[in-house]
């Protein structure tokens, strides 16, 4: 089942803070977030595991809930370099990276 | 770095014409992958293959089917290419963990 990605899109100035959530219906395994800028391929961001797991990156972090259904990635004082299409993959059990993805959330950042 | 590597960016073929595309990886990873990706709906896992000749059908599998003779390379094929599976086809492989996509095949059917 497809997890449901929000907002759909989101338009930033340069230095403004920005939160993309990914929910499923069913307690998960593991959640994925991944870039894609345009024209190019999706790049790994992270990946959470444990339930109550927080995970940064540079100025990007991530958080996975107690009950593992619902992850937020943050973006904090974003960069001209963060726009793209945020998507979060999401694998019910530990079957082999087998990846359902949301549907994307597309981020502007303006200068 | 791995390198997913897709033969072709852009390919245009006529309904009900065979397709091949082809997708190689260098980092001798176990598991590859097919997905298609449209506006709106993300990308969608068609088949996907855990070791030489083993596959599974993902999300999508009706229209395609994949073959893996060899580890580094998976093939996904349409049969009969049809106006509906006009999409950018993406390949990944991984060892586990995270997900090495290619740059994507941009197809249309005509």
């Known amino acids: 089942q497809q997890p449901v990605q929000s907002p759909q899109a989101v338009i930033l100035r340069e230095g403004e803070d920005a939160v993309i959530n990914c929910s499923s219906s069913?307690?998960?395994?593991?959640v994925h977030w991944y870039r894609q800028k345009h024209g190019e391929a999706p790049v790994f961001l992270m990946i959470?595991?444990?339930?109550?797991e927080q995970k940064g990156h540079e100025k990007i972090s991530a958080s996975f809930n107690e009950k593992k259904q619902q992850s937020s990635l943050y973006l904090t004082a974003s960069q001209l370099s963060y726009s793209g299409t945020y998507f979060c993959?999401?694998?019910?059990?530990?079957?082999?990276?087998?990846?359902?993805f949301g549907g994307g959330t597309r981020l502007m950042v303006k200068p | 770095d791995v390198k997913v590597t897709q033969s072709s960016r852009y390919l245009v073929k006529r309904t009900g014409e065979k397709v091949f595309l082809e997708c190689v990886q260098d980092?001798?990873?176990?598991?590859m992958f097919w997905y298609r990706q449209d506006p709106g709906l993300g990308l969608r896992l068609i088949y996907f293959?855990?070791?030489?000749?083993?596959?599974e059908k993902g999300d999508i599998p009706e229209g395609y089917s994949v073959s893996r003779e060899k580890k580094e390379r998976f093939s996904l094929i349409l049969e009969s290419a049809s106006t509906n599976q006009t999409s950018m086809y993406l390949c990944?492989?991984?060892?586990?963990?995270?997900?090495?996509f290619g740059n994507g095949t941009r197809l249309t059917v005509t």
């Open positions: 990944a492989s991984s060892l586990g963990g995270a997900l090495h």
């Open positions: 069913k307690a998960l395994y593991s």
């Open positions: 959470l595991l444990k339930g109550g």
């Open positions: 993959g999401t694998e019910l059990n530990n079957a082999g990276n087998m990846l359902t």
């Open positions: 980092m001798d990873h176990e598991n």
């Open positions: 293959s855990y070791d030489v000749k083993m596959k």
